[in-house]
């Protein structure tokens, strides 16, 4: 079945402690992305991916990273957690047809609490 | 000012009526995306356009690049139909997405 992955889809953590929050797709698709979602403000793009080895900033990148050292995984790092980064966030994945997209895939979701 | 605006906020409707979601924007883009957002939290594609019209079943998007606005269209409108639909731009040559805040549609039976 295709389909993206998160993990893990719940986590409650403290401040300081790194963590990271695993995506994955299993449709070959070169563009992946992070989102995060908060009351009033929506989605909002973190991270994008074009491909391996190719990232860069959404509009809110500030205290995450993320790698693309393989074509099915995106993991959003968090370095050093604090309170506001307590969001629920998306992974969502599509297909690049030369310069053009395609509908986005999403990931179910993983509700992080920052204590 | 947001780049993308979403009206109405909040959308109440009986079964069966036509519903119509808009969606401004302000910026220069290669795409539109609608999206729906289950009230369990799932997120679908519902659409992807950049000119003219799609249809799918009972919902419909339209899109008019001069006057940067788009439309999300329900025919026949059914309590399943219930969620949060997001429009969602691919700003021009920058390849970010920015998200409008959505339209809460509830339908009654």
Same mark, same amino acid.
């Given at each position: 079945?295709?389909?993206?992955?998160?993990?893990?889809?719940?986590?409650?953590t403290?401040t300081g402690k790194k963590l990271?929050?695993?995506?994955?797709?299993?449709?070959?698709?070169?563009?992946?992305?992070?989102?995060?979602?908060?009351?009033?403000?929506?989605?909002?793009?973190?991270?994008?991916?074009?491909?391996?080895?190719?990232?860069? !900033?959404?509009?809110?990148?500030?205290?995450?990273?993320?790698?693309?050292?393989? !074509?099915?995984?995106?993991?959003?790092?968090l370095?050093s957690p604090s309170?506001?980064q307590?969001?629920?966030?998306?992974?969502?994945?599509?297909?690049?047809?030369?310069?053009?997209?395609?509908?986005?895939?999403?990931?179910?979701?993983?509700?992080?609490?920052v204590? | 000012?947001?780049?993308?605006?979403?009206?109405?906020?909040?959308?109440?409707?009986?079964?069966?009526?036509?519903?119509?979601?808009?969606?401004?924007?302000?910026?220069?883009?290669?795409?539109?995306?609608?999206?729906?957002?289950?009230?369990?939290?799932?997120?679908?594609?519902?659409?992807?356009?950049?000119?003219?019209?799609?249809?799918?079943?009972?919902?419909?998007?339209?899109?008019?690049?001069?006057?940067?606005?788009?439309?999300?269209?329900?025919?026949?409108?059914?309590?399943?139909?219930?969620?949060?639909?997001?429009?969602?731009?691919?700003?021009?040559?920058?390849?970010?997405?920015?998200?409008?805040?959505?339209?809460?549609?509830?339908?009654?039976?």
């Amino acid at each position: 079945e295709a389909q993206v992955t998160q993990n893990p889809r719940y986590l409650i953590t403290v401040t300081g402690k790194k963590l990271t929050v695993t995506c994955s797709q299993n449709m070959n698709h070169e563009y992946m992305s992070w989102y995060r979602q908060d009351p009033g403000l929506g989605l909002r793009q973190i991270y994008y991916s074009m491909n391996v080895e190719v990232t860069d !900033k959404g509009d809110v990148p500030e205290g995450y990273k993320v790698s693309r050292k393989e !074509k099915r995984n995106f993991p959003l790092i968090l370095e050093s957690p604090s309170p506001n980064q307590t969001s629920l966030y998306f992974c969502a994945s599509s297909f690049l047809s030369g310069d053009s997209y395609n509908e986005q895939f999403f990931g179910p979701g993983t509700r992080l609490t920052v204590l | 000012k947001n780049e993308v605006e979403q009206s109405p906020q909040n959308l109440t409707a009986q079964e069966g009526e036509f519903i119509t979601i808009n969606c401004s924007y302000s910026v220069g883009i290669s795409a539109l995306h609608w999206l729906q957002q289950h009230p369990g939290g799932g997120i679908v594609s519902l659409f992807m356009l950049s000119s003219g019209k799609k249809k799918h079943g009972r919902l419909i998007a339209t899109i008019n690049i001069q006057e940067k606005h788009s439309s999300l269209h329900i025919t026949a409108s059914h309590p399943r139909d219930s969620a949060v639909y997001i429009c969602a731009v691919l700003w021009y040559n920058t390849d970010k997405l920015i998200f409008g805040t959505g339209t809460r549609l509830q339908v009654f039976p």
